[in-house]
């Protein structure tokens, strides 16, 4: 398994939750990494992305203020802080791994994708 995503749960609006993502070393090294989320029926939405390179971070409009990406080389791991949670914030989270010419925004660029973890938030 080269992600795996741990961390989801029931959270109140309002609050606070922080989802991992663990990567194999050579990934977290060589490609960027992102969060995204999918709710039934809806697309896939871009959350938040890291480059691997410069660890420039990238936020979807959404989560702008309230979302942080980073990531710790020496555990081989990505987290997603989430704060100020609003009930349209529920999905399931997937973590990704990638590189392409593609914008960083675009899941198509992704190579690798965890297996993804549920965050409810209820009102």
């Known amino acids: 398994v080269q992600l795996q995503a741990s961390g989801g749960g029931l959270v109140q609006a309002g609050g606070s939750l922080r989802v991992s993502c663990a990567a194999s070393?050579?990934?977290?090294?060589?490609?960027?990494a992102g969060w995204f989320r999918q709710t039934p029926g809806k697309e896939r939405e871009f959350v938040a992305a890291?480059?691997?390179?410069?660890?420039?971070?990238y936020y979807g409009d959404s989560v702008k203020g309230r979302f942080t990406i980073s990531r710790d080389n020496a555990k081989n791991t990505v987290y997603l802080q989430m704060n100020s949670l609003k009930p349209e914030d529920t999905a399931v989270y997937y973590c990704?791994?990638?590189?392409?010419?593609?914008?960083?925004?675009?899941?198509?660029?992704?190579?690798?994708w965890g297996q993804g973890t549920l965050v409810t938030v209820s009102s």
């Open positions: 070393e050579y990934i977290l090294n060589n490609y960027n």
């Open positions: 890291i480059r691997w390179n410069n660890n420039n971070t």
């Open positions: 990704a791994a990638g590189y392409s010419l593609r914008s960083i925004e675009d899941g198509r660029g992704y190579a690798f």
